[in-house]
C-alpha cells in the first residue's frame, strides 16, 4: 500500500478546515488537507450566507466555500479530493490516516474538522425544496422569512431555542412535536408554550410539505385524531437533531454521548497527542460557519505551537 508521511494533515473541508488550513499554510506548515465526500461541507446545501462577516451583500454557501479554498491554496495548502476511512491514533505520533482504503498517511499531526450532519426527516418534498424554503438552520435563514409564517419540527432544545429565534422575526411559528410531551428542557419548554405567537401541534408529524419550487404550505398529521391539516407557509425549519461525523475516529478520540468529539474546553486538543478537533465536530451548541472557522484558527494555532516544541 502506498504511504506518504505528512507533517500536519486536515481532515475536513469546511469552514473550520479551511480557516485551519489557511493559519497552518501561514505558519508553513504545508497543510495536507482531505476534502471528504463533498468538498466544503454543510454550506455546500445553503444557499444565501448572509450572516458571514466581510460579505455586506451577502453570498452563496458554495460561492463562499470556493473563496476559502484559494484562499488556504494561496498560501500552498495542498488540498486534495478523498475521506479518511480508517485511523489509527496512538498515544505518540506518528497518527496514521487511511485515505479510501487504498493510501496510509503518517502524520506528525492531524486537525479534525469532519463537522456534523442534520438529521432529516426523510420526505421527498422536504429534499427537492432544500434550499427553496426548507432548512435547517433557523439562525442561518430565518431572516428570510420575517413576517411570514413557518413551521419548525422537532422538540429538543435546538427546536424550542430555534422556534424562540423565529418567533421574533416572523408572524407566526407552527411547531410540529411528534409525542405529546417535550424532550426540551423545562425551561425552554416554558418559554416555547409561553411565546403567543409559538403555535404548537402535539401528536402530530409532516406528512407532507407543499409547493412547486418554494415552500407553500405544510402538511400535519395528527396521529392521536387520525386528522389532517393544510397551513400555509414560506419557511419550513427541521430541528430534530445533528449526527457528528466522528465514527471513523470513536476508537481512539473520546467523544460524549451523542458522537461529539471533546476537547479541552476553550481548546482544540482531544485526549491523543497531536490531534486537535474543530468545527461543528466537536461543537453542539452553536454550530455557525464563523464559529467553525474559529475554532479552526485555534486548532491550527494549537497545532503550530505542539509541533515547533516537538521538532
Ligand atoms: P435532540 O436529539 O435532543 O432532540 C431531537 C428532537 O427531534 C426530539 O424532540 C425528537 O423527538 C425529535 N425528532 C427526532 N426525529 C424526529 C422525526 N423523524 N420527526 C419528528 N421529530 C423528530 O437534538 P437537539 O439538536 O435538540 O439537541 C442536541 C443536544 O444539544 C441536546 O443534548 C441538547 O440539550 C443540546 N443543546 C443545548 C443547547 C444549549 O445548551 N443552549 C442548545 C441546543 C442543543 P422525541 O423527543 O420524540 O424523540
Known amino acids: 500500500m502506498e504511504s506518504e ?3 500536519c494533515l486536515i481532515i475536513g473541508s469546511g ?3 479551511y480557516t485551519a488550513a489557511i493559519y497552518a499554510a501561514r505558519a508553513g506548515l504545508k497543510p495536507i488537507m482531505y476534502t471528504g465526500l463533498v468538498q466544503g461541507g454543510q454550506l455546500m446545501n445553503t444557499t444565501d450566507v448572509e450572516n458571514y462577516p466581510g460579505y455586506p451583500k451577502g453570498i452563496l454557501g458554495p460561492e463562499m466555500m470556493e473563496d476559502f479554498k484559494l484562499q488556504a491554496e494561496r498560501f500552498g495548502t495542498d488540498i486534495r479530493y478523498g475521506m479518511a476511512t480508517k485511523v489509527e491514533f496512538n498515544q505518540h505520533p506518528p497518527h496514521k490516516v487511511w485515505i479510501d482504503g487504498e493510501k496510509l498517511l503518517e502524520a506528525d499531526a492531524v486537525i479534525l474538522a469532519t463537522g456534523a450532519e442534520a438529521k432529516w426527516l426523510g420526505l421527498d418534498s422536504e429534499k427537492r425544496l432544500n434550499g427553496s424554503g426548507v432548512s435547517a438552520c433557523a439562525v442561518c435563514d430565518g431572516f428570510f422569512f420575517r413576517k411570514q409564517e413557518v413551521a419548525i419540527v422537532g422538540a429538543g432544545d435546538t427546536a424550542c431555542e430555534e422556534a424562540i429565534y423565529l418567533s421574533k422575526i416572523c408572524s407566526t411559528v407552527h411547531m410540529i412535536v411528534r409525542r405529546d410531551v417535550m424532550r426540551a428542557s423545562t425551561i425552554m419548554q416554558e418559554r416555547v408554550i409561553n411565546t403567543p405567537n409559538i403555535k ?8 407532507e410539505i407543499l409547493g412547486d419550487t418554494v415552500v407553500e404550505s405544510v402538511r400535519i ?3 392521536k385524531e387520525n386528522t389532517m391539516t393544510e397551513v400555509p407557509i414560506s419557511g419550513f425549519f427541521v430541528a430534530i437533531g445533528h449526527k ?9 478520540i473520546h467523544t460524549d454521548d451523542q458522537g461529539y468529539v471533546i476537547t479541552v474546553p476553550g481548546r482544540t ?4 497527542e497531536g490531534v ?10 452553536f454550530r455557525q460557519a464563523v464559529t467553525a472557522a474559529g475554532t479552526g484558527c485555534m486548532a491550527a494555532l494549537e497545532t503550530e505551537r505542539y509541533l515547533s516544541a516537538k521538532h
Open 5 to 7: 508521511k505528512i507533517h
Open 15 to 17: 469552514p473550520a478546515g
Open 200 to 207: 404548537i401541534y402535539w401528536n402530530s408529524q409532516t406528512d
Open 221 to 223: 398529521k395528527n396521529c
Open 244 to 252: 457528528p461525523n466522528s465514527d471513523v475516529f470513536k476508537e481512539y
Open 269 to 272: 486538543e482531544t485526549n491523543v
Open 276 to 285: 486537535f478537533a474543530c468545527g461543528d465536530l466537536q461543537d453542539k451548541v
